[in-house]
């Protein structure tokens, strides 16, 4: 069952940001769709460690409100197909960008084997109890030698105190050894760039000013800022940090026991 603070936090303000978004302009809505962990740093690295190119099939696992997406569909003319698993996230990102929504799971990914050419899943893997699961599927629809990128939110203690509701932190250690079990290389992997520069904080700002007006009182808005607020003070006190990956998905897709 999903914790309803998971769902205050990725359904309930996806469909506030689109209301938003309609309100102030479409100029708002990539900014304010990839809401703050997505930064066009961090997106354009992505972007060009999987080489990503006009026609590439990216499936973005865990989209969200399809901001990341819909950068990368403008920026580098791909095709992507967005992924989630939330009905108001997919709802929004329909609206807001009119690109293609599958409305499922990443642990079961209705869609061929070998389909893809590539796979975005930014900020969802510490949302997932059954990581293995999601990465094995994630492996079965991109065709061998695709790139998958990672925005992971990982722990540097694996004992560390109570997380925001819905969250499993992998250690850097639980993450290589997911990665590797599932049939990826891990090719290079870097902490997050800095902030997004003030033309996209801005606009992002706006939206969030209009959705606390009008939804400050909601018991959702609530749990979506203790979320927030949980994780601020995990970064602030270096408890966690955001990393970007790059992985690849072998040619053989040998497990390690089959090495072995």
């Known amino acids: 069952m999903t914790a309803p603070a998971m769902v205050a936090e990725f359904d309930d303000v996806a469909a506030w940001t689109a209301d938003a978004v309609a309100q102030l302009g479409a100029e708002h809505a990539i900014p304010a769709a990839c809401r703050g962990s997505a930064s066009p740093a961090a997106l354009a690295w992505l972007a060009e460690a999987c080489e990503l190119a006009p026609g590439t099939r990216l ?33 929004a990102a329909a609206r807001m960008f009119g690109l293609p929504v599958v409305l499922a799971s990443g642990t079961r990914i209705p869609l061929r084997a070998g389909s893809m050419d590539a796979a975005w899943c930014l900020g969802v893997l510490c949302t997932v109890a059954d990581k293995a699961g999601l990465l094995r599927e994630v492996h079965r629809v991109l065709r061998p030698g695709a790139s998958l990128g990672l925005l992971v939110v990982v722990a540097h203690d694996p004992r560390a105190p109570a997380v925001p509701d819905g969250n499993l932190f992998p ?54 800022a203790r979320q927030s607020e949980s994780f601020t003070r995990l970064f602030d006190s270096g408890q966690i940090s955001m990393q970007l990956i790059h992985a690849v998905r072998r040619w053989a897709a040998l497990t390690r026991a089959e090495e072995t």
């Open 171 to 224: 250690t850097q250690a639980e993450l290589s050894d997911l990665l590797d079990e599932a049939g990826f290389d891990l090719v290079e992997q870097i902490d997050r760039p800095g902030d997004a520069p003030l033309s996209w904080s801005r606009r992002a700002a706006r939206v969030a000013e209009v959705v606390a007006t009008r939804h400050r009182a909601d018991r959702a808005y609530a749990l979506a």
């Open 59 to 91: 499936l973005d696992v865990g989209a969200g409100a399809g901001g990341p997406a819909a950068w990368a569909a403008r920026r580098f003319g791909v095709r992507p197909v967005l992924l989630d698993p939330m009905p108001a996230a997919c709802r």
